[in-house]
């Protein structure tokens, strides 16, 4: 057999040991806010059928047309890995009959989603995402609430210098309008565009203004803008929308760029920024984006249901939190250390762990070391307040020392009244 030296397929990672503790404190911190704010947990399948992701994020997508892992599996379905969480989370609200349930209902969810990108930095082919939808509300008040849900969490987890893009893409009876506007404005400049902006004039005509070649920039600052081109109905959404934002402390800007690219968007539309990383000239990713979208449910066969939602990438927060330095509390420190000698005591051992971990309090050990010294150099270096010593003499007489690491006192106790003793000191 070859030899192979196995490595994480390309745009994949591991999330090491200590990693996890962010990706636990962004756990703590998403379920909490949505707890507070009524929102109720939902895994779907990381499995969909892949035409989902097709008719629901949309055909002429990058996600779709590029970026989706989709396959036939040995039945001969056609199936993908989920780009993202939304058409997933609309399915299930339909497969289930949620539009019975009280409205609005408000789901969450935390997974990974999968893209095929081209490596680059920040951008994975594996990557996790937390998001919030609502559906059956279409008061504005929904879109700014979802808006202010991620941009709390993003607080809570300390990220500095936050701001929200927002923009209006209109709905069906005035996004068709601008972008044939778009489209023929666009027509009469084709070579003056970007590659990509030539095929999305023709197929996704709003991807071009969120283009960031520099040859498209003066192709659109003289574009026609939506927000000139909104029906009433539109444009009095997007301005109570604003209003409410105006009531929470949330900093944001108006972007008329703004379109996020996936199909099903209705109406408002923002995305998340750090203002961190513009200092760095690095090309700004958004920590999350967002919007309404009040055709889907309808498009996808269930009742005609308004909706809005947020997906933020779990690992733009890491790096995030790292840059900037970001502490939280550790895990709760461990106060007890276990030490034993011989293997009638490390059998006596495995029982008194289990006794305390009854009793919830952190001991930790390492019974792969025979030595005394090397097991209390251990006991020292995690700073436990006492260890607990079972040699093979207390082994045999049912007994356990306690020593107090800092005074050096050490107390002989039974077995059974490990806990009891330890618990009384630690107070
Ligand atoms: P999107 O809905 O595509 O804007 O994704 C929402 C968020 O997920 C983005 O703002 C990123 O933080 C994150 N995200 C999207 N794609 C990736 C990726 N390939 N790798 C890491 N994070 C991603």
């Not at 998403?30 to 059928?49: C, G, H, N, R």
């Amino acid at each position: 057999m070859k030899n192979t030296k196995f490595q994480t397929l390309t745009g994949m990672h591991d999330i090491l040991p200590e990693d996890q503790r962010y990706f636990d404190k962004i756990y703590e911190v998403v379920s909490e806010i949505a707890d507070f704010y009524d929102f109720e947990k939902i895994e779907t399948p990381i499995l969909e059928d892949v035409d989902l992701f097709n008719k629901g994020t949309g055909q002429s997508t990058d996600i779709v047309k590029k970026e989706m892992y989709s396959f036939r599996t040995k039945g001969g379905d056609f199936i993908a890995l989920r780009p993202e969480f939304t058409p997933s989370i609309a399915r299930a609200y339909i497969q289930h009959g949620m539009n019975n349930r009280p409205q609005p209902l408000k789901l969450w969810a935390f997974g990974p989603c999968f893209r095929y990108e081209r490596p680059q930095a920040g951008r994975y082919r594996q990557f996790w995402q937390f998001d919030f939808e609502i559906f059956g509300e279409k008061n504005p008040v929904v879109d700014a609430q979802i808006a202010q849900i991620s941009y709390n969490i993003l607080k809570e987890l300390k990220i500095k210098n936050l701001v929200i893009e927002v923009n209006s893409i209109g709905d069906n009876q005035c996004k068709p309008y601008y972008k044939k506007l778009l489209g023929n404005y666009l027509r009469n400049r084709n070579t003056s565009l970007c590659s990509d902006c030539r095929i999305r004039a023709k197929e996704n005509v709003l991807r071009f203004l969120d283009c960031k070649e520099e040859k498209c920039q003066p192709v659109k600052a003289q574009a026609p803008q939506i927000l000139d081109h909104l029906c009433d109905e539109c444009k009095a959404h997007f301005k109570s929308f604003l209003e409410f934002l105006d009531e929470t402390e949330i900093p944001y800007n108006l972007n008329p760029y703004l379109v996020r690219g996936l199909d099903y968007y209705t109406r408002t539309v923002f995305e998340i920024f750090s203002s961190e990383d513009e200092k760095e000239n690095i090309p700004k990713i958004a920590l999350g984006g967002g919007g309404r979208y009040d055709n889907l449910v309808k498009f996808f066969g269930g009742k005609d249901t308004p909706a809005c939602g947020v997906a933020v990438g779990v690992e733009r927060i890491v790096e995030l939190m790292k840059k900037q330095d970001i502490k939280f509390s550790k895990k709760k420190e461990v106060e007890v250390f276990l030490t034993q000698l011989g293997d009638l005591a490390k059998r006596k051992s495995l029982k008194l762990l289990e006794e305390f971990r009854k009793a919830n309090i952190k001991v930790s050990e390492s019974f792969g070391r025979d030595s005394l010294k090397a097991q209390l150099s251990r006991a020292n270096k995690i700073e436990a307040k006492f260890t607990l010593i079972v040699g093979q003499k207390e082994a045999l007489d049912g007994k356990v020392i306690i020593r107090d690491m800092k005074t050096g006192n050490q107390y002989s106790v039974s077995l059974e009244n490990a806990v009891k003793e330890v618990k009384k000191r630690l107070k």
